[in-house]
Structure formats: C-alpha cells, structure tokens
C-alpha cells in the first residue's frame, strides 16, 4: 500500500524553524520527485519546493533562502527544513510524490506561526 505520511508539523513563532519529514511507503522512493505543497485557508494549493530523483531542486520565491528540501533514498523520506518563519508561511503542508502519470499525496500536516 502506498503511503505518505507528513509530520513535524506545529505552531511556532515569527523567526523559529521548523523541520518537515515525509515519510514513505510501497513506492521506489529514490525514482520520484518529490514536492511540498501548502495550504492555507481560503487559499489555493501552492508549490513550495521540489526536489527531483537526482537530487535538483527548486523553490518557490517565497520559499527561497529561508526554507530547504532535502531527500534520504535509504530512508525514504524527504525533509523541509523552514527557517525564519512567518505568520504567512502558515498553512497546511502536503508532501507529493511523482513519477511519470503516477501521483501520490500525504495526509499534511498542519504549521502555524503566531506570536
């Protein structure tokens, strides 16, 4: 069975950090992109930061600088390392894995930043 399964998820305040996993299960891990995508209310799903099998990546503007994704093949997981937080970064995350038509979505996993 395939499986995502976001955490790390909390509330924090203007200026923490916070580190995202997406764990993984019954897929090839090392084979597919991988994204975090972001939620917040009343708002569209938005693209944070991709990295790919071979380990390019790309980040959305206001991700750049502050935010990291990383991967662990041996692990089968991928990691979104947030600094400098803001109340805007506030948002449900959903980590996504894709390769070819095949396309699976974690459960997300909820982040505020409030003072």
């Known amino acids: 069975q395939r499986q995502l399964v976001e955490s790390g998820g909390g509330e924090v305040q203007p200026g923490g950090s916070l580190r995202l996993s997406c764990a993984t299960s019954?897929?090839?891990?090392?084979?597919?992109?991988m994204t975090w995508y972001r939620q917040a209310p009343g708002k569209q799903r938005d693209l944070v930061a991709t990295?790919?099998?071979?380990?390019?990546?790309n980040y959305a503007e206001s991700a750049k600088g502050r935010f990291t994704i990383s991967r662990d093949n041996a692990k089968n997981t991928v990691y979104l390392q947030m600094n400098s937080l803001k109340p805007e970064d506030t948002a449900v995350y959903y980590c996504n894995a894709k390769l070819g038509l095949s396309l699976y979505w974690g459960q997300g996993t909820q982040v505020t930043v409030s003072s």
């Open positions: 019954g897929i090839t891990f090392s084979r597919y992109a």
């Open positions: 990295i790919a099998s071979g380990g390019s990546t």
